[in-house]
């Protein structure tokens, strides 16, 4: 469960404040996945920083009770010294899954050849997207955090791979996905919301959140 308690969040920008979320109160619920709509720029990558714990609050309480996945895609999880084998492992004991079985898994999932014994720091920005993802695929989550879809990646069959164990993971777990394009959260979301102005709206359905955030951007 992720519960969010009056929660506000804004910047400064050096010439006004730009408000990311007026005092939010809401809860996702295991079970209920989340997608949420919202434009651009508007704060979605905030939001879900603010679900995984890495991004304070300016006010609020933010409780987080289950395993929640860090954001797919986030490289705070990869340590550039280490190989990817000593990552995974790393992550493993962090986590508390089976160092074995997250470095077998990884490496079958990243396909890195030799470069998986390499350091972090000698591979191409697609080697560690691959490697984040994996790591993300690995380990046991109750609630997985996705910013806009799945990462745009050239390797085909890792992408296929991927996403089968992704849509997996998802048979037993909640997904919060934000995006702003509906199309992305169709397959999903069982309960949606649009962030508009730092006001989060919910909806029953996706269908009706889009013809709000579809009238809003008229
Ligand atoms: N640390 C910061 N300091 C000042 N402004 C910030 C900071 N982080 C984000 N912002 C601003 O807050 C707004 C929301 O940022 P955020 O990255 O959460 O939005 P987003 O919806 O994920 O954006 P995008 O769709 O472009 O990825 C943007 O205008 C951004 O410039």
């Known amino acids: 469960m992720i519960e969010f308690r009056n929660v506000s969040k804004s910047y400064w920008t050096g010439v006004r404040r730009k408000v990311i979320l007026d005092r939010a109160t809401f809860r996702v619920d295991l079970g209920q996945s989340l997608g949420i709509l919202a434009p651009n720029g508007t704060g979605k990558t905030t939001l879900i920083n603010m679900m995984a714990g890495l991004t304070r609050p300016d006010e609020g ?20 010294k280490l190989s990817g084998a000593e990552n995974a492992r790393f992550a493993g004991h962090f ?4 160092p074995d079985y997250v470095e077998a898994f990884c490496r079958w999932m990243c396909d890195l ?18 490697l984040s ?3 993300l695929l690995s ?12 990462p745009t990646m ?8 991927a996403g089968e ?13 934000v995006s702003h394009m509906p199309r ?10 649009v962030l508009q102005d730092g006001r989060l709206h919910f909806f029953d359905t996706l269908e009706d959140a889009k013809q709000m955030y579809d009238y809003t951007r008229r």
């Open 61 to 80: 309480i933010i409780r987080r009770e289950s395993r929640i996945s860090f954001p797919m895609g986030f490289m705070g999880v990869v340590d550039a």
């Open 95 to 98: 986590y508390g899954v089976d």
């Open 113 to 130: 050849e030799e470069y998986f014994e390499q350091p972090v720091s000698t591979y191409s920005s697609g080697m560690k997207g691959r």
């Open 133 to 135: 993802l994996a790591l």
């Open 139 to 150: 380990l046991d989550f109750d609630i997985y955090l996705v910013d806009e879809g799945m």
């Open 154 to 161: 050239a390797d085909a069959e890792f992408v296929r791979k």
């Open 165 to 177: 164990v992704f849509r997996e993971r998802l048979k037993h777990a909640t997904l919060v996905m």
């Open 184 to 193: 992305q959260l169709e397959a999903y979301a069982e309960r949606a919301a």
